[in-house]
Nanobody, 118 residues
Framework: QVQFVESGGGLVEPGQSLRLSCTAS????????MTWWRRAPGKEREVVAS????????YYADSVKGRFTIARVNAENTVYLEMRNLNVNDTAVYYC???????????WGQGTQVIVSA
């Protein structure tokens, strides 16, 4: 069974940093691209960043470019999201998922809450 377990969220002040982690199981992690998503209060879920293999080109939403870094460690079945210079607009529940959403890969994890507030 495909599972994603996100962690590392918390309450921080504007300008501070957080590092999110997502550990996946139930599939061959290295075979799939990984994406971080977020859902802010009252908004639709949106893509934040994605990565294929280690060292491959990455994608970032315009709103996080230059502040967030996505990385993966295949040996740990884990994808990370390093978030710097956080602002109130980054407040959201953050989720990770494979880039593939076909049969068996439709479920989401519980997410990890990030709150940026002065």
């Amino acid at each position: 069974q495909v599972q994603f377990v996100e962690s590392g969220g918390g309450l921080v002040e504007p300008g501070q940093s957080l590092r999110l982690s997502c550990t996946a199981s139930g599939f061959i992690f290295s075979d799939y691209s990984m994406t971080w998503w977020r859902r802010a209060p009252g908004k639709e879920r949106e893509v934040v960043a994605s990565i294929t293999g280690p060292g491959d080109p990455t994608y970032y939403a315009d709103s996080v470019k230059g502040r967030f870094t996505i990385a993966r460690v295949n040996a740990e079945n884990t994808v990370y999201l390093e978030m710097r210079n956080l602002n109130v607009n980054d407040t959201a529940v953050y989720y990770c998922k494979t880039g593939y959403s076909g049969p068996g890969f439709a479920s989401w994890g519980q997410g990890t809450q990030v709150i940026v507030s002065a």
